[in-house]
């Protein structure tokens, strides 16, 4: 099957022109069709709940992704030897570290 882009249309007959009727009912000869476009631009209209998205991305392109000011102190105790979590520290975070992944893994 084959679909016909201009079917209808005559070789030599030009399909950017129209034949105009009046209101009297006589033809004119054949012009060129113009078409006015107003060229008003792009417009979305968000809800509510995408424009508070979109702000809290925004807010959160500006938050460090290390928080320095955690970091340092525990980095200090590590590197003088004073730092030593508990078996239960370290097992608590074992344990939220799988949920987190694991959470993250399903949706």
Do not use: K, W
Request: aromatic share 2%.
């Amino acid at each position: 099957m084959r679909i016909e882009p201009n079917s209808g249309v005559t070789p030599g007959q030009s399909t950017e022109s129209v034949s105009n009727v009046t209101n009297s009912g006589s033809s004119q000869a054949a012009r060129p069709l113009q078409s006015t476009v107003q060229n008003s631009g792009d417009q979305a209209n968000l809800s509510p709940d995408a424009l508070q998205l979109s702000n809290l991305s925004g807010a959160l392109a500006n938050v460090p992704t290390i928080r320095q000011e955690r970091v340092a102190p525990l980095a200090q105790s590590v590197q003088s030897g004073a730092y030593a979590p508990s078996n239960q520290q370290i097992a608590q975070a074992l344990v939220r570290d799988f949920r987190s992944t694991n959470a993250a893994a399903q949706a």
